[in-house]
């Protein structure tokens, strides 16, 4: 059974630093892809990153800010996530499938959610 557990949100203030983990569990990672997506309240999900076994992405918004990364002995995914703004306020979640459905959005199976909120 595919699970997926996030953690790591929190309260930051701006300009401060946070790491999402994704910890992955009935499968292992060197055949899926991992993104991460959030929501924030009022609009649309929307993809930040993703990892495949060899390459990453990242949403313009967060290029140079975010950097996703993978552990495959721990079965883990990162997202170190650095200069952060009040825009980035949102629901994190962790998702897997195929990297062609990660990348159109549409991934199978989701985590439950880490709440970020950067405020002053």
């Known amino acids: 059974q595919v699970q997926l557990v996030e953690s790591g949100g929190g309260l930051v203030q701006p300009g401060g630093s946070l790491r999402l983990s994704c910890a992955a569990s009935g499968f292992t990672l060197d055949y899926y892809a991992i993104g991460w997506f959030r929501q924030a309240p009022g609009k649309e999900r929307e993809g930040v990153s993703c990892?495949?076994?060899?390459?990453?992405y990242y949403a313009r918004s967060v290029k140079g800010r975010f950097t996703i990364s993978r552990d495959d002995v721990k079965n883990t995914v990162y997202l170190q996530m650095n200069s952060l703004k009040p825009e980035d306020t949102a629901v994190y979640y962790c998702?897997?499938?195929?990297?062609?459905?990660?990348?159109?959005?549409?991934?199978?199976?989701w985590g439950q959610g880490t709440q970020v909120t950067v405020s002053s």
């Open positions: 990892i495949s076994s060899s390459d990453t």
């Open positions: 998702a897997t499938d195929a990297l062609s459905a990660v990348v159109a959005g549409n991934p199978r199976y």
